[in-house]
């Protein structure tokens, strides 16, 4: 069946990039996700990728995508403390709904 | 418009007792989905309108739970005789037919007691 899985957690110094990384299952996804989600709220659409691209750029983060090993990543450059959450990477299936991985906890140390 | 609306944000009711939550999408969405989510975990599917038809349930909605969009608008999900292990984070999310973004709202909190 369709699985997402991410790393748990990441801890990188205010200023330093960091890089969040997912592998999922389901090769017919067209699209997948970044979901940020800070404590007691809601998820919040961070960005989003097309199957046939391999890269997307929007501010201070870069998806890419590798299809072929089925793995997806969230760089954030320049990383705030206001970046400290939970990130979510999900795929969308065949019914239109996302199947999300558990989550990696950033931690932004000043 | 100012997003997915969901109420109440909390909710603590005893074992036992029914609640209902509700959801209001993003005006002129379609698509609304609910999901649960436990500590730790990511949001796991519960079920999916498009409009006022309810396309899929996931195994995870026990005969206890119910989903309805009676008007294609908002919606409601309620439990009946809610369990210690109903204790979650209940979501609403929505998106179009012609766009791949999804929505969601802040959730709403149950604890069951």
């Known amino acids: 069946g369709e699985d997402v899985e991410q790393s748990l957690f990441l801890s990188v110094r205010e200023g330093d990039s960091s890089v969040i990384n997912c592998t999922y299952t389901?090769?017919?996804?067209?699209?997948l996700y970044w979901y940020k989600q800070e404590p007691g709220a809601g998820l919040q659409l961070l960005t989003y990728i097309f199957s046939n691209m391999d890269m997307k750029q929007d501010q201070r983060l870069t998806v890419l995508l590798n299809k072929k090993d089925k793995h997806l990543s969230l760089r954030i450059a320049d990383t705030q403390t206001g970046d400290s959450a939970i990130y979510f990477c999900?795929?969308?299936?065949?019914?239109?709904?996302?199947?999300f991985g558990s989550g990696t906890r950033l931690l932004v140390r000043p | 418009d100012t997003g997915v609306s969901q109420d109440p944000r909390h909710k603590i009711t005893k074992r036992g007792q029914n609640v209902t939550f509700r959801c209001d999408p993003i005006s002129e969405h379609n698509r609304l989905y609910w999901y649960r989510q436990t500590l730790g975990q990511g949001p796991e599917f519960l079920t999916y309108f498009q409009n006022e038809a309810q396309l899929e349930k996931s195994r995870l909605l026990s005969d206890r739970f119910s989903a309805e969009r009676p008007k294609g608008s908002f919606s409601t999900l309620e439990i009946q005789r809610t369990e210690q292990g109903d204790s979650a984070m209940y979501l609403c999310?929505?998106?179009?037919?012609?766009?791949?973004?999804?929505?969601f709202g802040q959730g709403t909190r149950l604890t069951v007691v």
């Open positions: 999310a929505s998106s179009t037919r012609q766009g791949p973004e999804a929505f």
């Open positions: 389901d090769s017919s996804s067209t699209y």
């Open positions: 999900a795929e969308i299936d065949s019914s239109y709904k996302l199947i």
